[in-house]
């Protein structure tokens, strides 16, 4: 008799549950993906047949992300221990490459693991957002822009073995936990807290203002939530004379990979774009609505 009833307290929670689960948003969306991505063409989406092939298989078992490939299970579960420098109360981890990479005060521990593990499954080498092309000419006569820099994890890869480099972030929040991880390199290193744009005022500088009287970079990377586009315009002159890599976000707005290879293209340089795709969906306020949703490439590569 009790084993009957166990039994079927058992399968109203599992009728609940998978009641529950189909009326959730996140997997209204991952089965309206799947089934665009099974019946699309190449006419419908800017993917391969291969591609929409590689996402449908990260599907039939995940829930919908934005990005679908198998590589972000290496980071779901994977422990990252935090650290407090006792000096100035920040708490901090340590990179692949036993380097501390503070963040910001007030974050705590659970964050920094959360945001971490989003950081290094974004640089993973088969994500659409990583960063280090192999094409990338870095040495010891290097000097980076890198604008956007936030909590500096892409530049402090590469510290040892470039000459210089300018973080440009404009979240004053960033400025002190930027200080104490580019401690040990601070000869080479110079924070900027400012807006990069098109425009020079208190807030704001173009690169072309700012490296007018200093050493041009050799590599600019920006990720500045859809001013892209401006930034480049306010660097019309170093474009000009030549930049030997520079790496753009192109996911913030829909048509940024279009428009920013276009204006890249003009000025001469050879665009590759990041693999894969980064999939960009919109909320909607009505319950078991499903919002319109497409994919979008996470980088370009433009070089000399």
Known sequence: MFSKIRLRIKYLKYK???????????????????????????????????EREEC????????????????????????IKVYRDRENGLRYVLTDENRRLYFKRGLSAHTIRGLYKMLCSEQDEQSPHNYCFRSL????ESVFADVGAAEGMFTLKFIDKIKMAYLFECEKDWEEALQATF???????????????N????????LDHFFCNREKPTLIKMDVEGAENDVLKGADKLLDVGIND???????????????????????????????YMLFHHEVPNYGMVAPFDFRKGLIHACI
């Open 199 to 206: 425009k020079d005022d208190a807030d704001f500088t173009s």
């Open 56 to 79: 449908l298989k990260f599907l039939r078992c995940h829930l919908i992300e934005v990005f679908n490939y198998p590589f972000v299970s290496k980071y779901r579960y994977r422990r």
């Open 137 to 140: 000419s870095i040495n010891s």
């Open 16 to 50: 609940y549950l998978k009641h529950k689960i189909r009326k959730n948003p996140r997997y209204m969306l991952t089965k309206r993906v799947y089934e665009f991505l099974q019946n699309a063409t190449d006419a419908d989406t800017p993917m391969t047949k291969d």
């Open 246 to 276: 520079m790496l753009v976000c192109t996911y913030h707005q829909k048509d940024d990979e279009k428009n920013l290879s276009g204006l890249l293209a003009e000025k001469g340089y050879r665009i590759v774009a990041s693999p894969g």
């Open 183 to 197: 401690l040990p390199w601070k000869e080479k290193v110079v924070i900027v807290n400012k807006y990069v744009s």
